[in-house]
């Protein structure tokens, strides 16, 4: 997938607790409801199977880039995400995601850390996200989609931490078993507001739900990639390239940054395998090689940056479960 953003300065104030987000994603919501279901004759709506995720990573200990003595820190994340799928008519689906995650940082050393002039940069952070995607099958080539999400990113108060956006766009499948994306998607932040464009291609040569061996392959940008095989029902291995990180509003008493912000970005690349034992049960477990690993910390309004932390190159490893009902 090829991703183009443009970010702008938020002149407006900054919401101060999460009604003004969801007002928003409710109007954009309901706007998208129309478009889709308005042409469709009324049906009874239907539950889908449901899933449940949780995610545990480790990022091992590496330290402050730059020469002499220096501060380290390690990072473990755990989280999880619920699903609920809708079918709201015979050609339209929903589904609900709920998702929380939580990063604990073991910082060492801390008396070295350049960025922080010695102190204590902050305690864990938190995270909270809620997602509304709508998919419209037109035809088994075409599907056209919608996506509305809020999310907080927090280290103690969720004041200004609240984030919006929304995405439409369409997906073909062509010949060759080739998947085409094209969208737009547009957002508002802590710090600012951003809107762009994106597309993508996808190849598989397998029917992953069956469990038929193949080969499938995707490109995105901003950096993410895959390939992989399925080996059979039971056992699938891939390679992954992709970027993560966040937004994350710090304590009203930190001692870096009062009330501030801090913009968190991770790349890496790992492989990984995937293993189903029985039909409704996947354990994928990994390693990884995390290359950037970086912090921005920005002032309370987000419009000046107070430094950066940029750690060193360093290992990961990853766990996962997930359960489809």
């Avoid at 407006?12 to 004759?41: D, E, H, M, N, Y």
């Avoid at 989280?79 to 339209?92: E, V």
């Avoid at 939580?102 to 070295?112: G, K, M, S």
């Amino acid at each position: 997938m090829i991703c183009l953003i443009v970010k702008y300065a938020s002149a407006r104030l900054k919401p101060s607790g999460p009604l003004s987000c969801i007002s928003k994603i409710q109007c954009a919501f309901l706007v998208t409801i129309l478009i889709f279901a308005l042409p469709l004759a009324t049906e009874a709506i239907e539950f889908g199977s449901p899933s449940i995720e949780t995610r545990i990573d480790y990022i091992s200990s590496a330290d402050e880039e730059g020469s002499g003595p220096s501060g380290e820190v390690a990072v473990i994340s755990a989280g999880g995400k619920a699903s609920m799928p809708f079918q709201l008519a015979n050609k339209l689906n929903l589904t609900f995601e709920l998702s929380g995650n939580r990063i604990f940082f073991d910082w060492d050393n801390t008396e070295n850390l350049k960025f922080s002039n010695g102190r204590k940069p902050w305690d864990d952070f938190n995270s909270a996200r809620v997602r509304l995607k709508l998919n419209y099958n037109w035809n088994p080539q075409w599907t056209s989609f919608a996506n509305v999400h809020t999310a907080a990113g927090w280290e103690e108060e969720m004041d200004d931490s609240y984030s919006y956006g929304a995405s439409i766009g369409t997906v073909f499948q062509s010949p060759y078993n080739l998947r085409w994306t094209l969208g737009a998607c547009s957002g508002e932040g802590p710090e600012n507001g951003y809107w762009g464009v994106f597309g993508g291609v996808a190849w598989n040569q397998h029917k992953k739900e069956e469990g038929q061996p193949g080969i499938f392959a995707s490109l995105n940008w901003p950096p993410a990639a895959e390939i992989g095989t399925v080996l059979n029902k039971k056992w699938l291995l891939r390679w992954n390239l992709w970027q993560s990180g966040g937004i994350f509003r710090l304590a009203d008493d930190n001692a870096l940054s009062p009330s501030g912000l801090v913009v968190a970005s991770v790349e890496r690349t790992g492989l990984f395998v995937e293993y189903k034992p029985i039909r409704k049960f996947t354990v994928t477990l990994g390693g990884s090689y995390v290359f950037r690993h970086q912090y921005e910390i920005q002032n309370e309004n987000g419009n000046k940056i107070q430094s950066n932390l940029h750690i060193d190159a360093a290992l990961g490893a990853t766990l996962n479960f997930k359960f489809n009902f």
